[in-house]
């Protein structure tokens, strides 16, 4: 990866992430690859020892640690087709994946870091068979929630894409509200986002449940990503609340 570095799309990549002394992504380095050429390089590494891919995750590069995710996500979906679903040495697996995966949280320190990665790790693991129960996987997104880490905040609400994907709206609501009062920016895009997803996958009017509780005091960044699928006529009457 070192050696595919593109010092222009460094200096572009450290502007987009906000890298500049008292932005969100203040300090992270960059290469310059894309995410496409990433997952080329994955598509060759699957296969890496965890101890390998903790280097990785430890690397002063942003999209070394982003491959670094990508090898854990590759590496958990293998591990959950139909054939390894209820299979004990599968699920101990991946439960052990996961718990690598929230024991180096602080490396997905970027938004793009944590929504690649932990919605298919995470969320998808939150409806798997596991050795924990319910609420001990519960237990464990709030701890997430709960945290003083913005990026963790990030993940406990992003990793409820997965449950969405499969009609199940709890995991999204719960966390919504929990991060309702949030003062970031980035959890008002993606506590909104995820509210706007619940609606498109699940049930609309499950979304206008939720605003009609809790609109008039969203932030309304948060509020306008909720209500982007929305027509015009009905964005305008949320926006006046």
Same mark, same amino acid.
């Given at each position: 990866?070192?050696?595919?570095?593109?010092?222009?799309?460094?200096?572009?990549?450290?502007?987009?992430?906000?890298?500049?002394?008292?932005?969100?992504?203040?300090?992270?380095?960059?290469?310059?690859?894309?995410?496409?050429?990433?997952?080329?390089?994955?598509?060759?590494?699957?296969?890496?020892?965890?101890?390998?891919?903790?280097?990785?995750?430890?690397?002063?590069?942003?999209?070394?640690?982003?491959?670094?995710?990508?090898?854990?996500?590759?590496?958990?979906?293998?591990?959950?087709?139909?054939?390894? $679903?209820?299979?004990?040495?599968?699920?101990?697996?991946?439960?052990? %994946?996961? /718990? @690598?995966?929230?024991? +180096? =949280?602080?490396?997905?320190?970027?938004?793009?870091?944590?929504?690649?990665?932990?919605?298919?790790?995470?969320?998808?693991?939150?409806?798997?068979?596991?050795?924990?129960?319910?609420?001990?996987?519960?237990?464990?997104?709030?701890?997430?929630?709960?945290?003083?880490?913005?990026?963790?905040?990030?993940?406990?609400?992003?990793?409820?894409?997965?449950?969405?994907?499969?009609?199940?709206?709890?995991?999204?609501?719960?966390?919504?509200?929990?991060?309702?009062?949030?003062?970031?920016?980035?959890?008002?895009?993606?506590?909104?986002?995820? $509210?706007?997803?619940?609606?498109?996958?699940?049930?609309?009017?499950? %979304?206008? /449940? @939720?605003?009609?509780? +809790? =609109?008039?005091?969203?932030?309304?960044?948060?509020?306008?990503?909720?209500?982007?699928?929305?027509?015009?006529?009905?964005?305008?009457?949320?926006?006046?609340?």
């Amino acid at each position: 990866m070192i050696a595919i570095a593109d010092e222009q799309q460094a200096q572009h990549l450290m502007r987009f992430f906000k890298t500049a002394p008292g932005d969100y992504g203040h300090g992270d380095m960059f290469l310059g690859i894309k995410v496409p050429v990433t997952r080329s390089v994955i598509a060759r590494c699957k296969s890496l020892s965890i101890s390998d891919v903790g280097q990785l995750l430890a690397s002063q590069w942003h999209e070394v640690r982003l491959c670094g995710l990508l090898v854990l996500v590759a590496q958990f979906q293998a591990l959950t087709t139909k054939r390894y $679903l209820n299979d004990a040495t599968a699920i101990a697996q991946r439960d052990a %994946l996961v /718990d @690598f995966y929230i024991s +180096h =949280a602080n490396s997905a320190n970027n938004w793009d870091l944590v929504d690649l990665s932990v919605y298919k790790i995470l969320g998808e693991w939150l409806l798997l068979p596991s050795q924990l129960s319910p609420d001990e996987k519960l237990s464990i997104v709030d701890r997430l929630a709960g945290s003083d880490n913005l990026w963790e905040q990030r993940m406990s609400i992003v990793c409820t894409m997965a449950p969405l994907k499969h009609g199940d709206p709890s995991f999204t609501l719960r966390y919504a509200l929990w991060h309702l009062h949030h003062t970031h920016d980035l959890m008002h895009k993606a506590v909104g986002w995820l $509210l706007r997803e619940m609606g498109k996958r699940v049930d609309m009017n499950l %979304l206008r /449940d @939720f605003l009609h509780d +809790h =609109a008039h005091h969203m932030p309304r960044t948060m509020l306008r990503y909720a209500i982007e699928r929305m027509s015009e006529d009905e964005r305008k009457l949320w926006m006046t609340k």
